[in-house]
């Protein structure tokens, strides 16, 4: 099967500093990787949408200038958050698309927990 | 309106029983349609896709009405293992998931 990494899995860090989130493709190529937040109790909310070779597509509402990402080869996405604060604190969980024969499946990396204090 | 909405639960059920999840979607366009189990503080896995004419895995069956726009989750004989929350996913025609926020199962001894 398809399998995502993301590192790291969970990070506390000061407010103000950067953080930043790698997703892989491991065992398959990845032209499009999707970012998400989760906050508690909520659903899954789209970011993001990484394209490997050109720039991302952000949902509305989400800052590109506060969530770079880069898609720079074919099995590695990144997410940097930028001076991150308290109210970033969420799960944040990436996603590589593979495409069926009717349908686009989305495997999930394993998230990263991020902190601020 | 939501674009999936479920019904956040949870569904307290013993060990052996049936339970459905129900949820509803707007886009009347919307192609693609799946259930995700999620376990908590894990991301999200593809249980089922669903189709139209209904589909079953084991002790699960998903359905789909599009006269409706509804789609459901049958769980028979259900064990301890299946608490978590159940993602009712949608895709409406493009490359992105929709999600829903889930309906939580717990099931006991």
């Known amino acids: 099967g398809a399998v995502v990494s993301q590192h790291p899995s969970w990070v506390i860090c000061k407010s103000g500093t950067s953080v930043k989130i790698e997703c892989r493709s491991l065992d398959f190529q990845a032209t499009t990787m999707f970012w998400y937040r989760q906050f508690p109790k909520q659903s899954l909310m789209l970011m993001a949408t990484?394209?490997?070779?050109?720039?991302?597509?952000?949902e509305q509402g989400v800052e590109k200038d506060k969530f770079l990402i880069n898609h720079a080869s074919l099995t590695l996405s990144t997410l940097t958050v930028t001076s991150a604060h308290p109210e970033d604190s969420s799960f944040y969980i990436c996603?590589?698309?593979?495409?069926?024969?009717?349908?686009?499946?989305?495997?999930f990396g394993p998230g990263t927990r991020l902190t601020v204090l | 309106r939501k674009e999936v909405e479920q019904d956040p639960g949870p569904f307290n059920v013993p060990e052996g029983a049936t339970v459905a999840f129900n949820c509803t979607y707007s886009n009347s366009a919307s192609q693609s349609f799946f259930w995700y189990r999620q376990d908590c503080r894990k991301e999200p896995k593809l249980l089922m896709s669903v189709y139209s004419s209904g589909n079953e895995d084991g002790r699960f069956t998903a359905q789909l009405n599009r006269a409706s726009q509804y789609i459901s989750l049958l769980i028979r004989d259900s064990k301890l293992s299946d608490s978590a929350t159940y993602l009712c996913v949608v895709n409406p025609n493009t490359d992105k998931l929709i999600f829903g926020t889930g309906t939580r199962l717990q099931v006991f001894p």
């Open positions: 996603s590589a698309e593979v495409w069926r024969e009717s349908y686009n499946e989305q495997f």
């Open positions: 990484s394209n490997e070779g050109s720039k991302a597509t952000y």
